[in-house]
Nanobody
Framework: QVQLVESGGGLVQAGGSLRLNCAAS????????MGWFRQAPGKEREFVAG????????RYVDFVKGRFTISRDNAKNTVYLQMNSLKPEDTAVYYC?????????????????WGQGTQVTVSS
């Protein structure tokens, strides 16, 4: 079992930055690829970024490339999402998730464990 707890969300002006953190419990964190998803009001949850278990491979959805960076510290059982140049359309609840694989996954169904989410609101 893996428990995930996100933090770092909040209210920021357009153009600003936030760093989301996701702390994981359990001794097998380094065995899981991790991902960040988001869900805006009235929309389906969507993939944002993913990272392999060792941290050497990352994937991003096109609309965050160049602005968001996913990283992980396996010694601290934590995955991060650095978000720069935020836009109002980035407003959503952001979730971290652990995949049942070492390799980056982009589909929700590939993720077995989910955090409770953290709200990010970007004002114009």
């Amino acid at each position: 079992q893996v428990q995930l707890v996100e933090s770092g969300g909040g209210l920021v002006q357009a153009g600003g930055s936030l760093r989301l953190n996701c702390a994981a419990s359990g001794r097998t964190f380094s065995s899981y690829a991790m991902g960040w998803f988001r869900q805006a009001p009235g929309k389906e949850r969507e993939f944002v970024a993913g990272i392999s278990s060792g941290g050497g491979l990352t994937r991003y959805v096109d609309f965050v490339k160049g602005r968001f960076t996913i990283s992980r510290d396996n010694a601290k059982n934590t995955v991060y999402l650095q978000m720069n140049s935020l836009k109002p359309e980035d407003t959503a609840v952001y979730y971290c998730a652990a995949a049942g694989s070492r390799w980056v996954r982009m589909e929700e169904n590939d993720y077995n464990y989910w955090g409770q989410g953290t709200q990010v609101t970007v004002s114009s």
